[in-house]
Each structure stands twice: as structure tokens, then as C-alpha cells.
């Protein structure tokens, strides 16, 4: 809409583009919009794209952002994703969450690390600071990408350590793929 700002000479035609392109779940909420908007007699009269948006985000943003953050980032889970994905989201979230006490972020960080990189990451023993953790786990990714290359795709055997079991691991930082043993 933005790109094609001149197709739309003023707010109300705009709104009701929008309006016009609703599906699904914001069709109910449509017909109740323009109900609410309808001067008998009158005519539609929709208000300005402030006001449009505000009932938009009232009507389908969650009741609890931070809430719904906190339970969205105590679900997090790194998986098969490199570090970097993990730690993107993993901010994202944070951030909506409105958390600040960096402990919590340490605890909730490692929390959904894969294991393996966890313990690499504690090995380096990183100060108490998010972004020390981030490195760690970066740098404990990097080791366990060289110990597959160098074990030629064999994972490494150490007591009490579970590790992922994936057909491949990637690691973009050390530009490899390595195909694992099944």
C-alpha cells in the first residue's frame, strides 16, 4: 500500500481497501467495523488510519504481549538451527517480554540451546553478560562443527552427553556441511 500511495487519494479510500481485502478471521470483525461506522442516512464514515489501526491491534493483538512473549521465549528452542537464527529470535522475543535482569536472560538463553553447545559454551566459562553467553555458544557451535569435520561426520563420544541426532549439521560460520552417520 505504501509503494502505491498515489492509488489512494485519502484515508477513507485506503481504509476501505483494507476493509475490502479481509479474510477469514477479520471478516466478522470487518462487518462489525463497518456496522459501527454506518450514520444512517450518512453514509460510511471510517475515521482516520490512526484510529483504524488502533481498532485493528485491540481486536487482534494478544490481551498479554509480554505474557505471550515470556511463554514464547520459555519455548524456544535452538533445534537444528545455527546459533545465530537461535540468538535472533531469541532477542526478538526477549524483547517483547520487557525482561531485563540478565540472569533470567542467561538462564532462559541456555535453556533452549541444544545441549551440546551448552556444555561447549560452559567450558569457555563466559562472564555473567548475555552477550559473553552468545559468544560462548557460537564458539562451542564452531568446535563442534571442527570435531565432525575432523571425526568425519562421526559424532564424538563423551559419558553422560546426549547429542542431536541429525542427518546433517550446517554451520554457516565454518561454510560446511557435514553429513552424519545415521
Known amino acids: 500500500m505504501l509503494a502505491h500511495n498515489n492509488n489512494f487519494p485519502d484515508e477513507h479510500t485506503a481504509i476501505m ?16 467495523f463497518m456496522a459501527a461506522h ?16 488502533a481498532a485493528l491491534d485491540s481486536a487482534f493483538q494478544p490481551f498479554d504481549m509480554e505474557g505471550n512473549a515470556l511463554r514464547q521465549l520459555h ?8 546459533v545465530d537464527e537461535y540468538v535472533s529470535e ?35 566459562g563466559p ?5 559473553a553467553w552468545i559468544e560462548a555458544a557460537k564458539q562451542g557451535e564452531e568446535i563442534i562443527c571442527m570435531e565432525r569435520i575432523y571425526l568425519g ?10 547429542l542431536a541426532k541429525e542427518k546433517h549439521y550446517t554451520n554457516p560460520n565454518c561454510q560446511m556441511t557435514v553429513k552424519l552417520a545415521k
Not at 483494507?18 to 462489525?32: F, G, I, P, Q, S
Not at 450514520?39 to 489501526?53: A, K
Not at 561426520?153 to 546426549?162: D, L
Open 17 to 32: 481497501f483494507m476493509l475490502y481485502h479481509m479474510d477469514k478471521k477479520a471478516l466478522v470483525w470487518r462487518m462489525e
Open 38 to 53: 454506518t450514520v444512517s442516512g450518512q453514509g460510511i464514515h471510517l475515521g482516520t488510519m490512526e484510529n483504524f489501526f
Open 75 to 82: 519455548a524456544l528452542k535452538q533445534l537444528s538451527r545455527p
Open 90 to 124: 531469541f532477542r526478538v522475543f526477549a524483547t517483547r517480554a520487557g525482561l531485563t535482569d540478565v540472569l533470567q536472560l542467561i538462564h532462559l538463553f541456555r535453556q533452549g540451546l541444544n545441549s551440546d553447545i551448552t556444555i561447549q559454551a560452559i567450558r569457555r
Open 127 to 131: 562472564d555473567n553478560n548475555l552477550q
Open 153 to 162: 561426520g562421526k559424532q564424538a563420544k563423551r559419558p553422560n552427553r546426549i
